[in-house]
């Protein structure tokens, strides 16, 4: 069962500061993929120039 379930009389405010997080959390995730990406990329591309 939900162990974080709102309690009763709870507004939809809480709600939009759960989702709130959870974008800002999507964001962060999607920079930090970008991020391995484009390192993956140069450690390729620095691997290529060496052999």
Not at 12 to 25: A, D, E, I, T
Not at 43 to 51: A, E, G, P, V
């Amino acid at each position: 069962e939900d162990t974080v379930s709102a309690a009763p009389g709870t507004s939809s405010h809480q709600m939009g500061v759960r989702s709130n997080v959870l974008k800002r959390v999507e964001h962060q995730q999607d920079k930090w993929k970008r991020q391995v990406r484009e390192q993956r990329r140069n450690i390729y591309d620095r691997h290529t120039m060496l052999n």
